[in-house]
Nanobody, 114 residues
């Protein structure tokens, strides 16, 4: 099983990006699907979480700007990021937490210029 994150890039403040995380292989026993980010010199922090039943939660720093979703048929997790701020600059990771183990994607760089 692999998670492949993509969609990062360089964007001006106020712009938007949509991150995707495609799963290859079958993951069973999923508890949560999350997006994390890690800025230079900072610890990794969770950004958004969605459960298989559709329960969603966001970190306070991204509420009302970011939106997490999933397409089960495409085995893809998304993070729509709007009104981006320079403080959102980080490497973004997707993660699937299961009853057996936690899977991580390789990360995609998001850089927001002021």
């Amino acid at each position: 099983v692999q998670l492949q994150a993509s969609g990062g890039g360089l964007v001006q403040a106020g712009g938007s990006l949509r991150l995707s995380c495609v799963t290859s292989g079958r993951i069973i026993g999923i508890k949560t699907m999350r997006w994390y980010r890690q800025a230079p010199g900072k610890e990794r922090e969770w950004v958004a979480i969605i459960t298989p039943s559709g329960i969603i939660s966001y970190a306070d720093s991204v509420k009302e700007r970011f939106s997490i979703s999933r397409d089960s048929t495409k085995k893809t997790l998304y993070l729509q990021m709007n009104t981006l701020e320079p403080e959102d600059t980080a490497v973004y990771y997707c993660s699937y937490d299961t009853v057996y183990k936690t899977y991580w994607g390789q990360g995609t760089q998001v850089t927001v210029s002021s």
